[in-house]
């Protein structure tokens, strides 16, 4: 598998982008976000994503430099209309529009429709931290990307429907939970395919129903599906993700997962709570930490060397790749090579 630093993935996202017709401050901004989801280890938002994103402006999915609407707004609201652009542009733009909302009415709530596949939601959660704020976003497949089955079905009705919340420290790590309420992210099965590899049991099943540890199953034809996460409690995985789906489709208008919808995007509801309008900030990084000593002084479960909490695995693989640079599997690093000769452009690698 090659081997890239941060910034060489960066540079090769935003030329692709460029190259394909979007504005250079909007593919340097989705070529970052991108190669920074490879840099903490969420390898299924990062650059494997290139191919998807080129696809979805070819075939008109996704119109660079389309403008972000504000189409309903009250002083702690905003409703977005994000006109099919990149998911990643609104995305940052709807949580900045939220982190100076927060500032004046100490908790605010915005939600996005037309909105294409964002990304890895921590990239924004985090942006409220640097402000001294809490950050929730959570988002459905805008309807389509459906790839997960109800719990006690075999068909796919939902998508994975992530859910994030960062908390700020004094410390150098924040607390970032950024998970799905399927078992895995589909991108991570995807990862998975392009690497030859088979995935755990309990991933998905095939489409009659039986498990299944061969990543293809799920794509089909005919199409598997992933389950709800919690394995013999899967019910509850599966109330979470029916709520996500409720609350971004729903306050957003862009409506809930349905038989109809087949065009793939993210409707995105961000809620931003401003710490210092309800305890000072110092009291309440104290309150973080000395909860998160107390969490880390159980005596450990055999088989375990320490407690990690919410943030640090993320933290401590980006320490790791900013190290030894990240490795790219060989089929993504040749789709992307593909995609370069076809748009005549050369990528500067070492």
């Given at each position: ?112 429709q037309c909105c294409n596949h964002i990304g890895r939601l921590g990239d924004y959660a ?139 995007g993210n409707a995105i509801l961000i809620t931003v709570y401003n710490i210092s309008s ?73």
């Amino acid at each position: 598998m090659p081997r890239f630093t941060v910034n060489q993935l960066a540079s090769i996202g935003a030329k692709i982008f460029a190259s394909a017709g979007a504005p250079i401050a909007e593919a340097e901004t989705v070529g970052r976000l991108l190669a920074n989801a490879n840099l903490v280890g969420h390898d299924s938002h990062g650059v494997i994503r290139i191919p998807q994103y080129l696809q979805f402006i070819e075939s008109g999915n996704l119109t660079p430099g389309a403008p972000i609407e504000i189409i309903r707004e009250t002083p702690a609201t905003a409703v977005i209309n994000g006109n099919w652009g990149f998911g990643q542009v609104i995305a940052t733009n709807a949580m900045e529009i939220a982190i100076e909302k927060a500032r004046k009415t100490s908790v605010s709530s915005v939600t996005v429709q037309c909105c294409n596949h964002i990304g890895r939601l921590g990239d924004y959660a985090l942006m409220a931290t640097q402000h001294e704020m809490i950050a929730m976003v959570m988002v459905n497949n805008h309807g389509a990307g459906r790839n997960v089955a109800p719990w006690g079905g075999r068909e796919r009705r939902l998508s994975t429907n992530p859910l994030c919340i960062a908390i700020p420290t004094d410390q150098p790590t924040p607390i970032l939970m950024d998970i799905t309420s399927s078992v895995v992210a589909e991108g991570k099965v995807r990862v998975m395919r392009n690497r030859g590899a088979q995935i755990p049991e309990g991933w998905i099943m095939d489409a009659e129903g039986n498990p299944s540890t061969d990543p293809n199953d799920l794509y089909g034809p005919p199409q598997g599906a992933i389950l709800p996460f919690g394995g013999m409690v899967g019910h509850k995985g599966f109330a979470l993700s029916m709520i996500i789906d409720m609350l971004s489709g729903g306050l957003s208008g862009a409506g809930c997962s349905r038989a109809d919808e087949t065009r793939v995007g993210n409707a995105i509801l961000i809620t931003v709570y401003n710490i210092s309008s309800f305890v000072p900030i110092e009291e309440f990084y104290q309150q973080v930490n000395d909860f998160v000593e107390y969490v880390k002084s159980s005596a450990l479960a055999p088989g375990f060397e320490e407690i990690i909490v919410p943030g640090e695995p993320e933290a401590r693989v980006e320490a790791r790749r900013r190290e030894d640079g990240i490795f790219i599997e060989d089929e993504t690093w040749r789709q992307i090579l593909a995609i370069a000769e076809r748009l005549d452009i050369q990528l500067e690698v070492d």
